[in-house]
């Protein structure tokens, strides 16, 4: 406790009563006698005798005892606890006092922001040497707190000691967030190689933000738009503190926020989004031209020449000047174009992938407003992911349309990254293991070809001319200057009532990216590119067709033969060149079109006739026909035979497949109905449930081979091709049919190449040259004409039963092991039971021999004859 003040004055005071009392008199006096004029300031407490206040009086250190009771205010406790006692007081009085708002009108405003500025009137960094680098403890967990937010959550972020927390609790994880061993922080490497680049964006992943400040995290998801600039100027503060003069070559930094962790549809997009920081994906249909959007505008009152500004505007603000602070007139104002700002402003429109439509649904759309830096970072074609901030303008034309307010909705890009063919779909490792574990499968090419719309039957040839084009060859970039394509082109021509429409329509369901449309409804311009004016600014942009936005995919085209001529002609240039060339409305560009043609068409006369030639039969030219890597000619002929099994397939498919039969399988297995059900299955002849792959695992096994596989030609027999393109471009001349050209050499490699990819190999093996030039013989052989079909088969045989040369080898060593395993056991054994040959056994035998082992050998004919396959044994009939 202190002593009372002022003890000792007051003691001297009553001696001195008197004496005082005739100074007084005194000092009136000469006051009055003309003294300098001074006021009576009253006790003067700072003297020559202030000491004696502290001199120690025994008399007076004395305090009542009455109402004071030590022990029970402290009771036993020691000097450290009623230190912690006297901190926790001091932080609940700090908290207090910082709930006190300071007035407007007491702050200091002194301060200008022109301050900021250099000689030629731009923002430069000033760093303070009194700036607090880390924040207060108690302040820190008090807004780390989300309970701490009072009222709205727009409200509570606008506030400025919540704008100071966030700059600094953002700066902090700017310099603090490591990844594994690294020693230096993550984001200053960033930041390095950022201004290395001399570029102006911060990629920062999301998790990194929900790792280090979840509440940082959460208010970028639920206020982007008013956290975003202050991120951005959190990041602004560090580049210019470690590069002084970065602010010479950009103004701004902008932070991009990267892998936010929920993917929203378009078509899904509702009013709870809005305002909020989303992330979709889709293909860029339509790009506006670059325009410069105006950012900061400043005022000047002509009467006064007061200022008012900058003004920062958002969208459509606009602005209320109001009455100028100093003449207190309401104007005029004039703009000072010399202070103004603009900024890089472009629009896409952004459309569903083809994979994200469902069935029978038009694809939604939605505009896209890129700024900044992101402008021309996509083009028609490209697939994109855009995270921003899912927002709403006012659109004069919708409310006049609709007669009442409407608004339209856009996406604010915040960052914009062009997906890759091998991001479409994500592969886990389970996944992944099981597709390496199915490609050691020696029937996977059959299998491959069986679940190839495993609804139709037969039609074996289209199959196979399908999944080559699914799987695709290599594209060679020759030094920058010339492409080759890989992609394979087909074409399938049949009769009605052959399912050419159901083959397109099972590869859109299978390929991850197709893009399905018809001869009949499509234009040169539905299937290239068009040159549209912008409703907005009145000028022309581009908008892509069918092939470019399959780009990287596969384009399906129905009812071919239904197009005419002009349209036909316009995707030429496509289909080998992979690009489409637009010179229109004083645009000259090129758009890439990288991807496959499947196309059906119908013969001229509604029927193939098979007497005669391939030119006879369809309306379509020489050079639209040697764009097409393989010809399908499906005919729709009577044989007893096949048309009994392909009726009890067809029979049987309705049955497996009625609404009912699965419940009754899984409710009632032992049902009469049940039993039936399981009959057919079995009756399936080769086709049964187990041969075919599962869609999910097909679609993720061709995604994995077209992104990790890469074929390269090797060691195989050039001499093979050669031969074969001279005998097969010999024959041309002579008999008809298409062509040969050069292009047919490159389809035998581009077929090999997918051939091995089938197979996950690197390599192309003779075996894959093999079945290329078969599929372009067959291809050949059914453009002919019935008669010279059948002389050109026996002239070419030996390509056509390529494997009965293998077939024999195989048959061989199959010989040579029975004749061991039959020696072993009755020999040494004695045993006369059934000789087995495990088939694992055989397998092994023909790589160790360098044969390349086909599983159509356990069908063909010489192994049939003389020996059984039982399940994982051979044994002999």
Same mark, same amino acid.
């Given at each position: ?17 008197? $004496?005082?009392?005739?100074? +007084? @008199?005194?000092?009136? /006096? ?7 004029? *001074? #006021?009576?300031? !009253? ?84 760093? $303070?040497?009194?700036?607090? +680098? @880390?924040?207060?403890? /108690? ?7 989300? *309970? #701490?937010?009072? !009222? ?726």
């Amino acid at each position: 406790m202190s002593r009372r003040p002022r003890r000792g004055q007051q003691e001297e005071e009553k001696k001195r009563g008197s $004496d005082e009392e005739a100074q +007084e @008199d005194q000092v009136g /006096v000469q006051s009055s006698e003309g003294t300098p004029d *001074e #006021e009576d300031s !009253g006790e003067e407490l700072i003297n020559d005798n202030m000491i004696n206040d502290y001199k120690p009086i025994p008399e007076l250190d004395r305090y009542e005892s009455e109402g004071i009771d030590d022990e029970e205010m402290h009771g036993d406790m020691d000097f450290e606890q009623r230190r912690r006692a006297e901190e926790e007081i001091e932080r609940r009085r700090r908290i207090n006092m910082a709930d006190r708002r300071i007035p407007r009108a007491a702050q200091d405003l002194s301060d200008s922001e022109d301050d900021d500025l250099d000689q030629f009137g731009e923002r430069v960094y000033i760093e $303070d040497p009194f700036e607090e +680098e @880390d924040t207060d403890v /108690v302040e820190e967990e008090r807004y780390l707190n989300i *309970e #701490e937010c009072r !009222g709205k959550l727009n409200e509570w972020i606008k506030d400025d000691r919540t704008k100071a927390w966030i700059k600094r609790a953002f700066r902090k994880i700017l310099n603090e967030c490591k990844r594994g061993s690294d020693q230096e922080p993550i984001y200053i490497q960033l930041i390095k190689e950022m201004c290395k680049a001399n570029k102006q964006s911060l990629e920062v992943l999301y998790p990194d933000l929900v790792s280090a400040n979840a509440t940082i995290a959460l208010w970028v998801a639920e206020e982007p738009k008013i956290i975003l600039p202050h991120l951005n100027e959190a990041a602004r503060i560090e580049v210019n503190k470690r590069f002084n003069h970065y602010h010479n070559i950009h103004q701004e930094i902008f932070v991009r926020i990267t892998n936010l962790p929920v993917v929203d549809i378009i078509r899904d997009l509702r009013y709870k989004h809005l305002d909020k920081f989303i992330r979709v994906i889709g293909v860029v249909t339509r790009r506006s031209a670059v325009y410069s959007q105006l950012k900061e505008i400043t005022y000047v009152c002509v009467k006064c020449g007061m200022k008012k500004g900058p003004f920062y505007l958002e969208n459509n603000d606009s602005i209320q000047l109001g009455v100028c602070i100093q003449c207190q007139s309401s104007g005029p104002f004039e703009k000072l174009y010399n202070q103004l700002v603009y900024r890089n402003f472009q629009r896409l429109t952004l459309q569903e992938s083809p994979g994200q439509v469902p069935a029978g649904r038009v694809p939604r759309q939605k505009e896209v407003i890129v700024l900044g830096d992101q402008i021309d970072i996509a083009r028609p074609g490209d697939e994109i992911e855009v995270t921003g901030v899912y927002t709403q303008r006012y659109d004069y034309a919708l409310n006049v349309k609709h007669g009442f307010p409407l608004y339209s909705t856009i996406i604010e890009s915040n960052y914009i990254r062009r997906k890759d063919e091998s991001e479409s779909l994500n592969i886990d490792k389970k996944i992944k293991d099981e597709i390496l574990k199915l490609s050691q499968n020696p029937k996977i090419d059959k299998l491959i070809y069986n679940s190839v719309a495993p609804s139709i039957y037969g039609h074996q040839h289209v199959k196979m001319a399908i999944a080559l084009a699914m799987f695709g060859g290599e594209a060679k970039d020759i030094q920058g200057k010339h492409r080759i394509r890989g992609d394979i082109n087909v074409l399938v021509l049949g009769d009605p009532g052959t399912a050419k429409s159901q083959f397109l329509k099972n590869v859109q369901k299978t390929f991850y990216r197709s893009i399905y449309t018809t001869g009949k409804g499509a234009s040169a311009v539905g299937l290239t590119a068009s040159v549209q004016r912008d409703y907005s600014t009145n000028e022309w942009s581009i908008s892509g067709g069918a092939l470019v936005l399959a780009d990287k995919g596969i384009c399906l085209i129905d009812e071919f033969d239904k197009m005419n001529e002009h349209d036909r002609t316009s995707i030429h240039e496509a289909m080998e060149q992979q690009s489409i060339s637009i010179s229109k409305a004083g645009i000259v560009t090129t758009l890439q079109a990288r991807c496959s043609v499947i196309a059906a068409a119908n013969p001229v006369g509604g029927k193939y006739d098979s007497q005669q030639s391939f030119h006879d039969n369809v309306d379509l030219t020489d050079p639209i026909l040697s764009r097409f890597d393989i010809l399908c000619v499906v005919k729709d002929e009577v044989i007893k035979e096949a048309d009994d099994r392909l009726a009890s397939f067809v029979i049987n498919s309705h049955i497996r497949h009625h609404p009912m039969a699965a419940y009754e399988l899984n409710n009632d297995p032992d049902s009469e109905w049940s039993q039936q059900i399981k009959g057919y299955f079995v009756k399936e002849s080769k086709q049964t449930q187990e041969e075919v792959i599962p869609l999910e695992l097909l679609k993720k096994y061709i995604l994995y081979a077209r992104t990790h596989i890469r074929p390269k030609l090797q060691n195989v027999d050039h001499e093979k091709i050669s031969k074969f393109y001279y005998l097969l471009r010999k024959e041309s001349e002579v008999c008809g049919g298409i062509n040969i050209a050069i292009r047919h050499l490159e389809s035998i490699i581009r077929m090999a190449e997918a051939h091995a990819r089938l197979h996950l190999r690197n390599n192309v093996m003779d075996f894959d040259i093999s079945v290329a030039i078969k599929v372009m013989l067959e291809s050949f052989l059914q453009s002919q004409k019935y008669s010279v079909a059948r002389q050109l088969r026996r002239k070419f045989s030996d390509y056509l039963t390529f494997n009965e040369d293998s077939f024999d080898l195989l048959l061989n060593m199959l010989n040579k092991l029975y004749r061991q395993q039959k020696d072993y056991y009755q020999n040494i054994k004695n045993y006369n039971g059934d000789i087995r040959v495990p088939v694992q056994v055989l397998e092994k035998e023909a790589k160790t021999n360098g044969v390349y082992f086909n599983s159509d050998f356990y069908d063909s004919s010489k192994f049939l004859e003389v020996y059984k396959r039982i399940q994982d044994y051979i044994t002999l009939k």
